[in-house]
């Protein structure tokens, strides 16, 4: 693979080590968890870091990023000719359009109002209705407003652009920006977009890539189409993109989403614009200083997350920049490369010492032990067992619920990677005693599901309560409930 930007070296940065080294700690230390971090200044790679097993290729669930990459396609459509970003919507989709009378409104809707988030629906129709078919719930829900006025966040109208343009290329949304563009920059031949239940394209949500192939779409964007002296994106249609098309501050309650919206790009402070996805899925460029952002992370669950990171990345960097004494930067370069190589997914924090005695009692005291579940419960978990390993540093939690029995290997302040359970997704476990009659297990699942799940285990013999709570939004339903077991007498 090409590799095609210009790396920093120990004598030039661009950006003072101990700033970008600042910003990574933080978030660490607010234990937000972070699996990629990439910083380009004036066309050269300054920084990367990458939270073992994540690596600069690895692929990952890309979330709403992947509607700035159907937003690049309708462009790219446009200036071929082939559609107008005034066209009714409805006259692309007659076969999905509801019987009887259309409403007014939905006559009414352009594709310019879907890529500007002012559709005529004020939610995402399909996450409403419930349905499989999600194209043809953005044609039968009842609208509620006149398009082109209000913004309102409504994945199924980028669903919808993303189909549109698989119905007027014929290929795969993905294939035909591969085909455009994508090919040019090297993108990742395994990257793919994940279907909806009708198996058609997520256009809203599905796309898995790698944070370096974001960094070289961004990179695209930020230069106007223009690729080393190829013009592979309108020029036109990229400024359009970026530029305020829709106020959505009254939508929000976190200061950068509020910033307004393009053409599925959102505006930031700073006056920057960026992809993004849920959980930390961003590509942020400040103009003003020529930095582009990368960052993967997994913010699932933690409330002002993705806001985190954005505060981090302002205060401890870009707001220094103007005033920091380059000449006098205490960082080595070999100390910054040393950080972050060094860097792996976050670990659950302990409360309990590990040379206590309670450490070591509560270990030896539950293991091996079985334990039958009390009565029905919504987990359907019938009976578990816990194992310790012989150097207290490892175990398993071994389960029957009604999908089958399993075994979960987990680390004791580390992680231990597997697949899990029936799913057959990557994760990684780790487990915590916090107090001396509580022992969890947390578990992140790194696959194109991307998500959490915790196992809190309650103590107090002869009985154990469990907690399981999943943080993902349309899988492992049964894992998210409490319940109580009591020890089964040998």
């Known amino acids: 693979m090409t590799d095609f930007f210009t790396h920093s070296t120990n004598e030039d940065t661009d950006i003072p080590k101990k700033l970008i080294m600042n910003f990574q700690k933080r978030l660490e230390k607010a234990h937000l968890p972070m699996h990629s971090i990439m910083i380009m200044r004036h066309d050269k790679l300054i920084y990367e870091s990458h939270y073992a097993p994540y690596t600069r290729d690895s692929l990952h669930r890309m979330f709403s990023v992947t509607k700035s990459f159907v937003s690049l396609g309708i462009g790219l459509l446009a200036d071929e000719g082939k559609l107008s970003l005034d066209d009714k919507i409805i006259d692309y989709f007659p076969d999905k359009l509801p019987q009887g009378e259309i409403h007014p409104f939905l006559k009414m809707m352009t594709i310019r109002d879907m890529l500007q988030m002012k559709s005529c629906h004020r939610f995402t129709t399909y996450k409403a209705s419930g349905c499989n078919d999600w194209l043809g719930s953005f044609f039968t829900t009842t609208p509620t407003h006149v398009p082109g006025t209000n913004f309102a966040y409504d994945t199924s109208a980028t669903h919808t652009l993303g189909i549109l343009i698989e119905r007027l290329t014929g290929m795969n949304f993905l294939d035909y920006l591969r085909h455009k563009f994508l090919d040019e920059l090297e993108f990742s031949k395994d990257a793919y977009v994940l279907k909806d239940p009708s198996g058609l394209s997520m256009g809203g949500s599905g796309l898995n890539c790698s944070p370096y192939d974001l960094l070289k779409v961004m990179y695209l964007v930020v230069k106007k189409g223009n690729w080393f002296g190829k013009q592979l994106l309108p020029e036109w249609y990229i400024k359009e993109a970026t530029s305020f098309h829709s106020d959505n501050w009254a939508k929000s309650d976190v200061i950068e989403e509020m910033q307004g919206y393009g053409y599925q790009f959102w505006l930031t402070t700073h006056n920057g614009f960026a992809m993004y996805g849920m959980g930390g899925q961003l590509s942020v460029y400040i103009p ?28 401890e960097l870009i707001d220094r920049l103007d005033s920091y004494d380059y000449a006098k930067d205490p960082v080595s370069y070999d100390e910054l490369m040393a950080y972050a190589s060094s860097r792996k997914l976050e670990v659950m924090p302990k409360f309990t010492d590990r040379s206590s005695n309670c450490y070591n009692d509560i270990l030896d005291k539950i293991n091996g032990r079985k334990y039958e579940a009390i009565g029905d419960n919504v987990c359907t978990v019938k009976n578990f067992s816990i194992e ?18 399993f075994s979960l290997p987990f680390g004791l302040g580390k992680n231990i990677i597997s697949k899990f359970a029936n799913y057959n997704l990557r994760i990684a476990a780790c487990a915590s ?29 002869p009985f154990i309560t469990v907690m399981m709570r999943k943080i993902e939004e349309h899988t492992f339903n049964e894992y998210d409930g409490v319940f109580s077991a009591k020890i089964i007498e040998e």
């Open 288 to 315: 003003k200083y020529d930095i582009i952002l990368i960052t993967t992370a997994d913010a699932q669950g933690r409330k002002g997350g993705v806001q985190l990171i954005y505060d981090s990345f302002y205060d």
């Open 388 to 405: 310790i390993s012989d150097d207290k540093e490892s175990g398993i939690f071994h389960y029957s619920n009604s999908f089958g029995d």
């Open 433 to 461: 005693l916090r107090t001396c009659d509580l022992l969890d297990i947390k578990i992140q699942v790194i696959d194109e599901v991307l998500g959490n799940l915790y196992f809190a285990l309650n103590f107090k013999d």
